[in-house]
């Protein structure tokens, strides 16, 4: 009898609002990277450094302004002149103050000739981008991780709700095969107590395994920004995808290829023009200003030639003492630039940490993988002749409920194994910088025990389906 997994699926989102989606991990790692918020403020942070650059080369181009006024004004400054008793009166008179209006209109434009700061203000600007790309790339790949990992935990979830319900299933025949052997005089009342208080233990077990699924599915939801009570149907399953690594190997890609680390380069080219552009205040700068434009009392005048007016100046700035106001900044960005220093060689560190902790999670899941394969068959077969025995009256109640509960191990063993191991391949691609999401085909691991006889009381997880 074969109960395949959407079929469980089905039993477990039957209470849940709406239709199960089919969704594949694929998908889900896309969703995650389209809603997260991670993501997008990471896109809003390349945004910000990008108006930074802008503003950073707008330095080395020409600021062009137009101004434009008009002002009315009486100014009796010629009769408040020291002499002004010694003029005639007639001449007093004819130079007494009138209100008058001036229409002025002109475009300025100042330009840096030369400054030690521009060059690398304008490279620094470019750096800070390439800072802002690598935590794009940083954010998409945690969000990605995150997505992979929640959507194995759901599958995870829904397996041992399967093994589960296998485990009520075969304990309700173990119960009536008691119960016939009651009816026959072979079994006391004992041996069927005890087959009833183990199946309303696997029923409790069954109930909790249930409500962990939905645990996992709305974790799986809150990554993708969904409502977390969305009914969810995973197309993928937790198949076995040989994936050998070897942890120089691991290393060296990392180092190449982690955006923290080429973030932390980046970081430290910053921090170096920022020294030189403190070093630029105390350093000559030359400058451009310039002016052209009219100046009338009657708007008719304007673009007459009388009433033009222009200015052109060159100016040398050559600081002397600030009272050591640049030194201090020059000693602030060179402490900066020696912690950015240090923040590398943590994050060196601490991806080669993560190279050897991602490859002995693959090498031990690996292992219990392949030790957990062969002990379901072991189980299996442990379990068949002691259901056999105890038919013939030569087992005891108590070796069929240890069989069973070693099969049951043996199984949740296996499923815990094929989460691991499907974590620890996602694990190693996120360490070494590479897209966490695995779409290699599925491979099966070193042969498994043969399957059990039709009848036989036993469960297999196997890719999604379940074999008793």
């Known amino acids: 009898m074969k109960r395949p997994l959407p079929c469980l699926i089905v039993i477990l989102l039957a209470g849940a609002p709406g239709t199960a989606e089919?969704?594949?991990?694929?998908?889900?790692?896309?969703?995650?990277?389209?809603?997260?918020?991670?993501?997008?403020?990471?896109l809003a942070d390349y945004q910000g450094l990008e108006g930074r650059a802008r503003q950073a080369r707008a330095d080395a181009l020409p600021e062009i302004d137009v101004y434009g006024s008009y002002l009315r004004y009486l100014d009796p400054g010629f009769l408040n002149s020291p002499n002004i008793d010694q003029f005639p009166p007639e001449l007093i008179q004819a130079f007494r103050p009138l209100a008058t209006n001036l229409w002025d209109g002109n475009v300025s434009v100042r330009q840096t000739l030369?400054?030690?700061?521009?060059?690398?203000?304008?490279?620094?600007?470019?750096?800070?981008?390439?800072?802002?790309?690598e935590g794009i790339r940083r954010a998409r790949q945690d969000v990605a991780l995150r997505a992979v990992l929640a959507y194995n935990a759901y599958l995870v979830a829904l397996e041992?709700?399967?093994?589960?319900?296998?485990?009520?299933?075969?304990?309700?025949?173990?119960?009536?095969?008691a119960r016939n052997r009651r009816?026959?005089?072979?079994?006391?009342?004992?041996?069927?107590?005890?087959?009833?208080?183990?199946?309303?233990?696997a029923r409790t077990d069954l109930q909790r395994l249930r409500g962990a699924s939905d645990l996992a599915r709305g974790d799986l939801n809150a990554v993708m920004v969904?409502?977390?009570?969305?009914?969810?149907?995973?197309?993928?399953?937790?198949?076995?995808?040989?994936?050998?690594?070897?942890?120089?190997?691991?290393?060296?890609?990392?180092?190449?290829?982690?955006?923290?680390?080429?973030?932390?380069?980046?970081?430290?080219?910053?921090?170096?023009?920022?020294i030189g552009i403190y070093q630029a205040d105390s350093r000559p700068r030359l400058d451009l200003n310039g002016a052209f434009g009219w100046a009338v009392r009657k708007p008719h005048n304007f673009l007459d030639a009388d009433y033009r007016k222009w200015s052109l100046s060159i100016t040398l700035k050559v600081p002397l003492f600030d009272g050591w106001r640049t030194a201090g900044k020059v000693a602030q960005a060179r402490a900066d630039r020696a912690r950015a220093g240090q923040d590398r060689v943590a994050v060196e560190t601490q991806i080669d940490l993560e190279a050897k902790q991602a490859v002995d999670r693959l090498r031990v899941s690996r292992s219990?993988?392949?030790?957990?394969?062969?002990?379901?068959?072991q189980a299996r077969r442990a379990l068949e002749l002691t259901e056999a025995s105890y038919r013939l009256g030569a087992a005891s109640t108590l070796d069929v409920l240890d069989a069973q509960a070693a099969l049951t191990q043996a199984e949740m063993s296996r499923v815990e194994a094929l989460w691991a191991h499907a974590n620890a391949r996602a694990g190693v691609r996120y360490v070494m910088g590479q897209d966490p999401l695995d779409e290699h085909p599925p491979q099966s691991p070193d042969p498994a025990p043969a399957a059990p006889a039709p009848g036989a009381a036993a469960a297999s997880v196997t890719e999604g389906t379940v074999t008793p």
């Open 226 to 274: 969904a409502p977390t009570d969305t009914p969810i149907e995973p197309s993928d399953t937790l198949a076995f995808v040989d994936a050998a690594a070897d942890q120089p190997a691991v290393a060296r890609e990392a180092t190449a290829n982690r955006p923290e680390l080429k973030a932390a380069t980046w970081n430290e080219r910053i921090y170096d023009e920022a």
């Open 368 to 377: 219990v993988l392949e030790s957990s394969e062969l002990n379901v068959g």
């Open 160 to 177: 041992r709700a399967q093994v589960a319900e296998q485990v009520v299933w075969q304990k309700e025949r173990h119960l009536e095969l």
């Open 183 to 201: 009816r026959a005089g072979v079994a006391t009342d004992l041996e069927v107590l005890r087959f009833e208080v183990n199946l309303a233990n």
């Open 114 to 133: 030369w400054s030690f700061s521009l060059g690398r203000a304008i490279r620094a600007a470019r750096h800070a981008m390439q800072f802002g790309q």
């Open 22 to 42: 089919t969704l594949s991990r694929a998908q889900a790692v896309a969703r995650a990277l389209e809603r997260n918020p991670d993501v997008r403020r990471s």
